[in-house]
């Protein structure tokens, strides 16, 4: 064989997903905490060489080669650092609403940007498109105007009206409730709350947010079908999960578990911090409540017991903080309101983690090995604290249990060595895979794109209720079994007892009535 045959012989037998593919990536929410996670699996397609135009509110000051941003930026207000450190059945109310509603907003300003717009008109090539799965499908109405197959990605666990579109099982026994405390193992009382409030959030999703989508959508186009049923036809779903966190689920084949991707390698720390680090005799605790909580709307008294227990650890601390007070001594407590928190977790002198257990801070922790005490606040962080105590990566403390002796509890239970040692096998595993997370994210992607006609959804996402909770099978046997006690009822009232034995009976009766009436006259 010559050289030329063979170079082509190799060439031939290379996967096919070496040919370079048109990606679209429609991002209508606005919070940076999700995008932080998708623009690192954005940017590693444009890298592999695919064509990739993103829609966000994210716009790239510096865009790699081949990476296109259309920019939806400055169209909402940002949802940065404007949460109050607070929880309460009435604030999860709440911020469902304006979870919902936001999703409305969304959906209006994608529509209405001019370059979206022309995508459409256009009906430019794209041969896969990935989709926020969150908290509006309106995206879903431009995937199918362009007939291209969909890949539905998430930077957190599943949202309550994510299930049925995939099939998922969400018994209330078992699988953990994203907004509220249980875990996989809730009580009776945590099951009826979280049966409850997964009614209200489908029905305020299903109201506020796709109905809402459906009419905006039927402003610009004529035949979108339903929302739903476009959901269902998503060919992935890539969920930020892994078991080694999230414990085993019951996934379909296409429901792929890609957590932790977007966590980058720690450099070194510099200047003031670095020096705070390294004279740290006890290591150092990090604290922080992410991107959307203010730490600052602390109520007084959480804030002592948080300042009381700093006081007693050996350890320093560091704190992201958004106000400029000084609240402790210099060489005890650092405060900054920005802090790189991938460096600081893997710095081998941070010893524990106080965080808000949301679900990039927790994939970061993990990464590292570092031990967490989990304090959630909304969203999907009870859930995500439960895990990460169920599986030993830490503990829980919930805000109205915060109390000094609590919390110096807490940490003494998470920087125990036995603890740590079980936190760095969890992360070796975590990091233990036939393949890298973000490599499994971009194969079937790619994959997606490659076999557009096949369907990977199962047979249960296609089920009405009624059947896949086998109501009309248990409805059948009812009805017969009701049926057979009445048959079986009346045939013995009927035939083997004769009338006329009753008849007798009852003229017993007034006979003896009557005697005994004759004998009082
Ligand atoms: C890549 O994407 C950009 C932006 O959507 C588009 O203008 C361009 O035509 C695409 N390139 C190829 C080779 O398809
Ligand atoms: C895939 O489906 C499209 C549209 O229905 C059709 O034109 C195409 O031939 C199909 N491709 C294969 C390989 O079946």
Redesign the pocket.
Known sequence: MNLNVLYFVVLFLLPCNISAL?ILGIFPYHGKSHFIVFKVYLEELAKRGH?V?VISHFPQADPPERY?DISLAGSLDSIEDNLPFHRSFLTLLEIGLSLTNSGNDNCKVLLANKDVQNIVKQK?KFDVIVIEQFNSDCALGIAYKLQVPVVGISSHVLMPWHYNRFGIPSNPSFVPFHFSEGGTKPTLMQKLERTVLDVYFKTIYYFFSQRRNQQTLAQYYDDIPPLENLARDIKFLFLYHNFILTGSRLFPANVIEVGGYHVTEAKPLSGDLLKFVEEAEHGVIYISFGSVVRSSTMPDDKLNAMLGAIAEMPQRFIWKWEEKIMLMDKNKLYLSSWLPQVDILGHPKTLAFLSHAGMGGTTEALHFGVPIVAMPVCGDQPSNAAAIEENGLGVQLQIRDLTKENLIAAFKKVLDSKFRDKVKLLSKAWHDRPMPPLDTAIYWTEYAARYSNLTFRTPAADLPFYEYYNFDVVAVYVILLVSIIYTFKWTVSHLCCPKKKYRNVYEHVRKNKNTKRMKRE
């Open positions: 048109n064509n135009t296109h430019q």
